[in-house]
């Protein structure tokens, strides 16, 4: 009898690992004149603006406005709780101005699940 719930549990847990798979997101930095606040903008990959940068990534409150942040490690510890975990960085300059890039990943089950309790300015409608 224990080894038929051994098996059925493993089962279960192979079929529950079989469906998750990881997805993942960029978060990209940018600091003020002062430097005591970071702006950040989350990338899930979805369709860019071809005129330039609108801020449509930027991360918005249930009120819709946007998110300040005092460092990417404040931005990181907001995402951790939804499920976001840490995989990579690296910086870049573009016009003397540096942009840090934080790659995070999460498993999902549903693609439903990767932007939940995460609201961007695109969202508004």
């Given amino acids: 009898m224990k080894r038929m719930f051994l098996f059925v549990s493993l089962l279960v847990c192979f079929a529950f690992a079989a ?4 997805v ?4 990209l930095g940018t600091s003020n004149i002062s430097g005591s606040k970071v702006k950040v ?13 609108d ?3 930027m991360l918005v409150d249930d009120s819709g ?7 990417m490690v404040d931005a990181m510890n907001y995402m951790s709780q939804f499920g976001w975990k840490f995989k ?3 910086f870049v300059s573009i016009g003397g101005k540096e ?6 990943y999460k498993e999902v089950e549903d693609d439903s699940e990767i932007k939940e309790g995460i609201t961007q300015k695109r969202d508004l409608k």
């Fill in 19 to 22: 469906n998750a798979r990881e």
């Fill in 24 to 27: 993942y997101c960029e978060l």
């Fill in 88 to 90: 990579a960085a690296y």
């Fill in 65 to 71: 406005k946007p998110i300040k942040f005092n460092s």
């Fill in 99 to 104: 942009v840090i890039h934080w790659l995070l």
């Fill in 41 to 53: 903008e989350v990338d899930f990959g979805e369709e860019k603006n071809p005129w330039g940068r």
């Fill in 55 to 57: 801020n449509r990534d």
